[in-house]
């Protein structure tokens, strides 16, 4: 039997670049299943967070420990960049990619990733240099290739900013359909009625620290933290 990969606990749990402290203090003991979304202002520390928990970032005080070992946690992840980095190869390749690192033979990477590019509607442009796609089919692109390994959990920071209204839509319904293939997800935006529409949880960050953990409903509702009411009324956070 498979051990489960949450939870992920975070103990006193900071980091910090060229002497400059970006996240922490922060204690939380994570284990959301659904799409948990990152809210608050810029440079609060939503980016920083998603990536210390993908192992881009290291803690330089306390602790992040996952149910796994670090090795088996980072292979059951995805990550998601706001700029979608594109291999200089053709939509299939971009999409076997992952799969032949996984050690997928290169005829059942291809399928997988023919029949991956068809199900996000890029199947017009399997042949296509990557590279020269749209905003929004780089985006989708990017996602289809890390749901094709079928991990755990995927991070995403803000991958809908800059797209218009119909890629927006397509990359939501990617999250909610791999929300009901039991995919998790963590994805940080500043759009309030996105976060209304996909949250199951809530993280809310402010200079630094996680200061609101909550069901998504509990969240808008009645948020706990001055901060988070204010961020909900559309105030400016210092």
């Not at 290291?58 to 090795?71: A, I, K, M, P, Q």
């Not at 029949?115 to 989708?140: C, F, H, I, P, Y």
């Amino acid at each position: 039997m498979v051990e489960k990969l949450f939870p992920a606990i975070l103990d006193e749990a900071h980091v910090r670049k060229r002497g400059k402290l970006l996240l922490g203090p922060v204690n939380s003991k994570l284990d959301c299943e659904g799409i948990t979304i990152l809210l608050g202002p810029n440079g609060s520390g939503k980016t920083t967070f998603l990536r210390l928990l993908h192992g881009l970032e290291r803690c330089r005080d306390g602790t992040l420990s996952w149910n796994v070992d670090n090795e088996e946690a980072f292979r059951r992840q995805a990550f998601v960049f706001q700029s979608p980095i594109m291999l200089r190869r053709s939509v299939i390749e971009n999409l076997a990619y992952p799969l032949a690192v996984h050690g997928v033979d290169r005829k059942t990477a291809r399928r997988k990733a023919t029949d991956a590019s068809r199900q996000v509607g890029l199947g017009q442009a399997q042949e296509r240099n990557a590279t020269v796609l749209s905003g929004g089919e780089k985006q989708k692109l990017a996602i289809a290739r890390a749901l094709i390994t079928k991990p755990d959990v995927m991070f995403l920071d803000e991958p809908t900013t800059n797209l218009d209204g119909r890629s927006t839509r397509e990359i939501e319904q990617m999250l909610l359909d791999a929300r009901e293939n039991g995919v998790s997800s963590f994805m940080a935006t500043h759009d309030l009625g996105q976060a209304r529409r996909l949250a199951d949880h809530i993280l809310f960050f402010y200079h630094g620290k996680l200061l609101e953990d909550q069901p998504a409903d509990t969240f808008f509702n009645a948020p706990a933290s001055p901060e988070a009411t204010s961020f909900l009324k559309g105030d400016i956070l210092e």
